[in-house]
């Protein structure tokens, strides 16, 4: 299973909006509304900040949002804040019953 | 306050084997689709396994398969993940999630190396 394809880096200024995506196949990210976002700080535990493409888990903040079309889903962080500032990485269920992960986004805020 | 807490990793040879256990607090245990994913040094993360809430389905990334074995005990709120012949490649951080919320634990050390 070949790992889901971020781009590298993306950047933005306090207050803005910006977009992570994460592009899988017609074998899983197309195909199952099962694609989850981690934030992770350098030398810190990643933190799941969305799962089953949109669902935000208790205490993370309306900012992030997700979403999906075809075989690319989409990680939204709005009003950007310094402490956005991490690595973002999406992973997702697979036809082989495993999960596949992407190869990890830093995003810094400006 | 929901809390995750890895423990049992440490250093062993390759061929060896460790129990990482996860202690979860704070929350209905028995409801969440437990997994454990990895970082090595440097890297990004990669799924290791999972187990739904009451044990019954289990999965495992192809790299373990075979190796590794997730377990669990709702009574005691904890997963396990039984690893055997051990490789250098499987020396990583090893955290457990549940795939609904966002409070993880801090991670637990696995270092194989002669």
């Known amino acids: 299973q070949s790992a889901l394809t971020q781009p590298a880096s993306v950047s933005g200024s306090p207050g803005q909006s910006i977009t992570i995506s994460c592009t899988g196949t017609s074998s899983d990210v197309g195909r199952y509304d099962y694609v989850s976002w981690y934030q992770q700080h350098p030398g810190k535990a990643p933190k799941i900040m969305i799962y089953?493409?949109?669902n935000r888990p208790s205490g993370v903040s309306s900012r992030f949002s997700g979403s999906k079309s075809g075989n690319t889903a989409s990680l939204t962080i709005s009003g950007l804040q310094t402490e956005d500032e991490a690595d973002y990485y999406c992973d997702s269920y697979t036809s082989s019953n495993t999960r596949v992960f992407g190869g990890g986004t830093k995003l810094t805020v400006l | 306050e929901v809390q995750l807490l890895e423990s049992g990793g440490g250093l062993v040879q390759p061929g060896g084997s460790l129990r990482l256990s996860c202690a979860a607090s704070?929350?209905?245990?028995?409801?969440?689709?437990m997994r454990w994913i990895r970082q090595a040094p440097g890297k990004g993360l990669e799924w290791v396994s999972a187990i739904r809430g009451s044990g019954e389905s289990t999965y495992y990334a192809d790299s373990v398969k075979g190796r590794f074995t997730i377990s669990r005990d709702n009574s005691k709120n904890t997963v396990y993940l039984e690893m055997n012949s051990l490789r250098a490649d499987d020396t990583a951080v090893y955290y457990c999630l549940c795939t609904t919320m966002t409070t993880g634990g801090q991670g637990t050390q696995v270092t194989v190396s002669s």
């Open positions: 089953d493409v949109n």
């Open positions: 704070g929350f209905t245990f028995s409801s969440c689709t």
